[in-house]
């Protein structure tokens, strides 16, 4: 059964834009549906009301914001590989390296940050380096099983 359509009039929502914008437009699109909203008590989102604008063919004076994070937004971030370069780490690489030589590609990965690595690598280690046998596996109670990169 199709959802009931939610009942906004026409010239309500021109008159709710046209105060809204009396000062000049929004910096965006969303500003615009939010305030829109604030009139409405918040009875009807803001996808709503941007939907009833577009059906009803309203020109508005906002523009259409840029999608994604300000320009002026400062992001701190940490790379998984800036925890796995720690030297607290290194002896287990050396310890890998020297044990799975034939791994080493997969080990530099691992130390870059890749858990997809990381899960490869002990899987190729559980299965005795198998790569066939990964397909095969059938110990579903390993914490890794569901995130094995050969799956049958």
């Known amino acids: 059964m ?8 026409e010239e309500d929502l021109r008159k709710y834009i046209k105060e ?11 500003e ?11 009875v009807i989102s803001t996808g709503v009301i ?13 523009p259409v914001g840029k ?13 998984r590989g800036d ?4 030297k607290k780490y290194k002896r287990s690489f050396d310890t890998m390296r020297e044990e ?14 890749s858990l997809k690595q990381a899960i490869r690598l002990k899987c190729l280690d559980c299965c005795g380096g198998y790569v066939n046998e990964i397909k095969h596996c059938n110990i579903e109670g390993c ?8 799956q049958a």
């Open 2 to 9: 199709p959802r009931k359509k939610i009942d906004i009039k």
């Open 20 to 30: 809204v914008e009396a000062k000049g437009p929004l910096s965006n699109r969303s």
């Open 50 to 62: 941007g939907l009833r604008i577009k059906e009803f063919n309203i020109k508005v004076k906002t």
């Open 83 to 86: 925890k796995f370069k720690a």
């Open 32 to 42: 615009l549906h939010n305030a829109i909203a604030e009139k409405y008590n918040h």
């Open 67 to 79: 999608r994604g994070r300000p320009v002026d937004a400062v992001v701190n971030r940490t790379t």
């Open 100 to 113: 799975m030589p034939q791994y080493k590609a997969i080990i530099k990965k691992i130390e870059k940050g």
């Open 143 to 150: 914490a890794l099983w569901p995130f094995r990169h050969i």
